[in-house]
């Protein structure tokens, strides 16, 4: 048997012969995949830019409260734009644009969800001078509502207003011009007072419009917010901090040591540890002093109060975010413990609004029955 080692034996590499052609296939290739990086780049930036549109749009949303629902709404909405990304982008910069666009939306749609959609336009996009709709004057030009006629539902714009009429933009063949006479109602909504239905009928009808003339009273229609008038004394701790050991005095303006908790850490907490964490919040042995506070107003959403305390000054209110108020109605009841933010008022000097934050249902509940036993009126307190 022979045997050939590698050195003993010639091997010959042979480089393959290259031509135009396969000079082209090389130059193609690399072609293709610079190609396939570049628009995978381009993917995952338009991608990513989007979900940052959105999650702006999403945070806005969050601080208009809108509920759960209303915000499937929007997002349905943000994806069926055809913008381009850099436009999606600047809805948020551009407020008339994102009505518009949000509205040429909604208004395509006509069953009774017409209705939910006008919230979400007016807690978007709330006009000046929230108030109360006690007349037509009251109502706003430029303001959107719903038009419920025959079953149908859909959106309208406000163009002019007379004490007993209203013009409206509609854009729609729902309303046609035999109709007019026809019985109709408009459905408006005030954020934080909820929807009004006025009723009435199509006096006039265009092909671009209606015009509305009222025939009855003005009702509330859902989301009542009442007030009550209810004086009391109550007490208020500021979150997680001993006055006593601040070396805050009376009428002393300096400013006053870091909270030991950070205070944005209470609104996530649930509100049993909410509870527990307030009951235990100072860890020396001192006491945390509480404010002595009056109350004067009632709502389901705040509490306007009056603090006339030697405590409590400019300073304590700048650096405190999350308040605390013991509540109780009657002597025997236990104190409902209430967590929220605080704010000067204009309705008269030392008026301050405590706002809540996460109240439980159960606190809203005893809250609100405590408030019909005192003959209260809609509206908000500010």
Known sequence: MNFFSLAESEIWYIWPETNAYTVLQVFIFILLFVLVILVARLIFIRRKTTDSSWTHILNYAYNKKLSAKEINVLE?????????????????SD???????????????????VESYVKILDKLFPMDNNLEIKSLLDIHVGE???????????????INKTQSEVLLS??????????????????FYRNNLGGFLIPGLAKKISTNGMLFRQEGDIETKGEEHLVAEIKKDVEIFPWGISLQESNVTPNDDNEIPDL?????????????????????????????????????????????LSIKDPYFNDAVLKKVDIWELALNFTPDMTPILLKGKLMRSNYFTDSFLFKFVSPSELDLKIIFEEIKKHSPVRGFIS
Do not use: W
């Open 144 to 158: 959107v509502c719903a038009i419920e006629f025959e079953g149908l539902y859909f959106l309208a714009r406000v």
């Open 170 to 187: 509609i854009n729609d063949n729902a309303m046609k011009r035999d109709k007019e006479g026809s019985s109709v109602s408009l459905y």
């Open 76 to 92: 349905h909405f943000f994806n069926s734009l055809d913008l381009s990304v850099s436009d999606k982008a600047k809805l948020l």
């Open 95 to 113: 407020k008339k644009s994102f009505q518009n666009y949000l509205y040429s939306y909604l208004k395509k749609y006509h069953s009774d969800s």
């Open 260 to 304: 030991q908790e950070d205070p944005t850490d209470v609104i996530n907490t649930s509100e049993e540890n909410t509870v527990n964490d307030a009951q235990s919040s100072p860890t020396n042995s001192e006491v945390t002093v509480s404010l002595k506070a009056t109350m004067i107003k009632l709502s389901d959403r705040a509490i306007l």
